[in-house]
């Protein structure tokens, strides 16, 4: 079984989101270990970007505090390797193409596998152009994570078909960031997506509230919380642990409770 595979074994997953060095790196370190601990089933890392297409205000700015703050890929790759020696909690990366295109996608990708991750997302990446990364993906053991968004059945069929290490359902079309109300039939997706692979299907944009949570969790295999994690690391800056790791288990103990876990 793929690490990724082991984060939807024990049903409903919880996947929250970090901005790699926002406050910084260290906290980030710390940050990765606390959720881990809190029950986070899957970690995504977002390595910063100057311009970060699919992502609202709130991430966005983490996004400029981490790079003003002189984060580099090469540093979340050493940071990686240093979470890696005390947790094995699956990690993907969130970023997008051109970071990995200017890093050199082999190297790149190589890296990934190397230092430890499981999957990697690309917002930014069409479906017509995974070829790009897959092959090289696959060549090193890295699942290239598809999204589906509220489209066309036929799309989300074909992306289904390929997908590999779980499909990222987008609950609304736009950016990132809390939304009220999610009207979106994550439901009906799902359906989509299993009636053409057996795979996990997690969903993620907006979602704030263990109340949130649960009713994604109902619908699918688990909710990814990207916002309203980055915005308590704003919040709090170097202090932001303690209230990270509370907000974690709440949302765990939600989609958990959905799975009666």
């Given at each position: 079984m793929s690490n990724l595979a082991k984060a939807f074994a024990g049903g409903k997953a919880f996947i929250p989101?970090?901005?790699?060095?926002?406050?910084?790196?260290?906290v980030t370190e710390k940050l990765v270990f606390a959720m881990a601990d809190a029950g986070a089933d899957l970690i995504e890392l977002g390595i910063p970007f100057s311009d970060p297409t699919a992502e609202g205000p709130v991430i966005q700015a983490a996004n400029e505090r981490a790079l003003a703050g002189g984060v580099t890929?090469?540093?979340?790759?050493e940071l990686v390797r240093r979470i890696r020696r005390k947790t094995d909690v699956p990690l993907v990366f969130m970023t997008y193409a051109n970071v990995v295109f200017s890093y050199?996608?082999?190297?790149?990708l190589k890296t990934s596998a190397e230092v430890g991750m499981d999957g990697l997302i690309l917002p930014d990446l069409p479906f017509e152009e995974k070829e790009e990364f897959d092959p090289l993906c696959k060549r090193f053991g890295l699942d290239?994570?598809?999204?589906?968004?509220?489209?066309?059945?036929?799309?989300?069929?074909?992306?289904?078909?390929?997908a590999s290490g779980f499909v990222y359902c987008v609950s609304s079309l736009g950016v990132t960031g809390v939304r009220t109300n999610i009207t979106?039939?994550?439901?009906?997706?799902?359906?989509?997506v299993k009636a053409e692979?057996?795979?996990?299907?997690?969903?993620?944009?907006?979602i704030s509230t263990p109340e949130q949570a649960a009713n994604m969790a109902a619908q699918s295999d688990g909710a990814i919380v990207g916002s309203a994690i980055v915005k308590m690391c704003a919040q709090y800056g170097a202090d932001c642990v303690p209230?990270?790791?509370?907000?974690?288990?709440?949302?765990?103990?939600?989609?958990?409770?959905?799975?009666?876990?």
């Amino acid at each position: 079984m793929s690490n990724l595979a082991k984060a939807f074994a024990g049903g409903k997953a919880f996947i929250p989101f970090l901005t790699c060095g926002d406050p910084s790196l260290d906290v980030t370190e710390k940050l990765v270990f606390a959720m881990a601990d809190a029950g986070a089933d899957l970690i995504e890392l977002g390595i910063p970007f100057s311009d970060p297409t699919a992502e609202g205000p709130v991430i966005q700015a983490a996004n400029e505090r981490a790079l003003a703050g002189g984060v580099t890929t090469d540093k979340i790759f050493e940071l990686v390797r240093r979470i890696r020696r005390k947790t094995d909690v699956p990690l993907v990366f969130m970023t997008y193409a051109n970071v990995v295109f200017s890093y050199g996608a082999e190297r790149f990708l190589k890296t990934s596998a190397e230092v430890g991750m499981d999957g990697l997302i690309l917002p930014d990446l069409p479906f017509e152009e995974k070829e790009e990364f897959d092959p090289l993906c696959k060549r090193f053991g890295l699942d290239l994570i598809s999204l589906i968004a509220p489209t066309s059945h036929e799309r989300v069929r074909s992306i289904a078909r390929e997908a590999s290490g779980f499909v990222y359902c987008v609950s609304s079309l736009g950016v990132t960031g809390v939304r009220t109300n999610i009207t979106t039939d994550i439901a009906a997706m799902v359906r989509l997506v299993k009636a053409e692979k057996e795979i996990s299907c997690a969903v993620g944009f907006g979602i704030s509230t263990p109340e949130q949570a649960a009713n994604m969790a109902a619908q699918s295999d688990g909710a990814i919380v990207g916002s309203a994690i980055v915005k308590m690391c704003a919040q709090y800056g170097a202090d932001c642990v303690p209230y990270v790791a509370e907000y974690v288990k709440g949302m765990k103990a939600a989609v958990s409770a959905v799975s009666g876990g």
